[in-house]
């Protein structure tokens, strides 16, 4: 399709018109969206009148304290959690984990040996040949064994700040009998 006379002067009115590309490439026929993009870039038209559709455009309204930085919460996160103990002299000391059972070579079990009642804790890296499951009875209702329920599923740890609001009571009661003492 070549751009002729007559189909450059209707498309710079139907854009004047405010039409957007996909109308006018419709008016025009044989001609896509972008090959009217494409037109009018190398025109250079910019200026379009407004439609009706534009006019309706409601202009959202500011919030007064959008720009106002956020405040800081004293439940921030600094920083990565998996080496914040590194930072932290006060955080509690790295436990190394229970040492796995040993479990002897007739017991192990593959992925193809497992049964609905066998543990399936594994063990080993998966890519090396001596990975296998743990494979002794499971506990009912887990898909684990009891030794290997215990260090999967384990109670929540009390968390610090509440430890720390806990122990406030305590400090300042001591402070008290203290100043008593004294006096």
Excluded at 58 to 86: D, I, M, T, V, Y
Aim: overall charge positive.
């Amino acid at each position: 399709m070549a751009w002729t006379d007559e189909r450059v002067e209707l498309l710079k009115k139907l854009w004047g018109e405010g039409l957007s590309a996909s109308q006018i490439a419709g008016r025009l026929g044989s001609v896509t969206r972008n090959a009217v993009i494409g037109k009018v870039h190398r025109l250079g038209l910019s200026g379009r009148a407004t439609t009706s559709r534009m006019k309706s455009h409601r202009p959202r309204a500011r919030l007064a304290n959008a720009k106002r930085p956020a405040a800081k919460s004293r439940f921030a996160q600094l920083g990565n959690p998996a080496l914040r103990a590194l930072y932290q002299p006060d955080s509690e000391p790295y436990v190394s984990p229970i040492e796995d059972m040993v479990i002897p070579l007739a017991e192990r079990k593959t992925i193809q040996t497992l049964v609905e009642c066998s543990c399936r804790w594994p063990i080993g890296d998966p890519q090396l040949a001596d990975f296998h499951f743990c494979g002794k009875d499971k506990v009912p209702g887990l898909p684990y064994c009891e030794f290997h329920a215990r260090r999967a599923f384990q109670p929540p740890q009390a968390r610090r700040r509440d430890r720390e609001v806990s122990t406030i009571p305590a400090i300042a009661k001591t402070v008290a009998n203290t100043d008593k003492e004294t006096v």
